[in-house]
């Protein structure tokens, strides 16, 4: 990677050495058990120490956290976010891998006009929360979700807008603030 591109680009892979060892250890394990199931080519170690990313095909996404809790001792739940890749849409589970204390980020890519992937909440139930959300401020569609509802945006939200998509440029001011909320100005304290 040159110098230029590490600049521009979030993916710091990190070099083999003593430092990154059990992190590549994992990796490396990962991919030679599952590595069909992954995008081999974007799953790195990342330079900060004790970081871990892998991407999984969508339709196999269950397959592949079931293989980490068995596998992996991967149980620790941190949080999901979603990215607006331009073409894509992706969504990132955070989780821990506690014998190992290293941070595991999976990765799952979906078309932009079909944004749907398998929900993992009967797998993972602290994920049921985060999964509704990036079903409501991207749009990505985790199929399968016990209990989708809003968590976020009022109930009266227009259908097919997405707030945290790059495109969405609040045509009504949906997000402008009310004359009730947020802090007043000087002039009328």
Not at 172 to 188: A, C, D
Request: charged share 30%; with cysteine; proline share 9%.
């Amino acid at each position: 990677m040159s110098s230029v591109e590490a600049e521009t680009t979030e993916r710091r892979p990190a070099p083999r050495d003593d430092t990154h060892k059990t992190e590549y250890e994992i990796l490396d394990r990962i991919i030679a058990d599952m590595g069909d199931a992954l995008v081999v080519d974007e799953c790195y170690v990342h330079v900060q120490p004790r970081r871990v990313f892998v991407r999984v095909h969508p339709d196999r996404l269950r397959e592949f956290i079931q293989y980490m809790q068995r596998e992996h001792d991967m149980w620790q739940f941190g949080t999901l976010s979603g990215r607006d890749l331009g073409e894509e849409l992706q969504a990132n589970y955070h989780f821990f891998l506690n014998s190992q204390r290293v941070a595991i980020t999976i990765r799952v890519n979906v078309p932009r006009d079909r944004p749907e992937y398998p929900s993992i909440t009967d797998l993972v139930p602290g994920a049921e929360f985060v999964e509704n959300e990036i079903r409501e401020l991207f749009g990505i569609v985790p199929v399968g979700h016990p209990n989708p509802r809003r968590c976020e945006l009022p109930e009266n939200w227009p259908r097919g807008e997405y707030p945290l998509r790059k495109d969405w440029s609040d045509p009504r001011g949906l997000m402008e603030r009310s004359k009730t909320t947020g802090p007043k100005p000087r002039e009328e304290m």
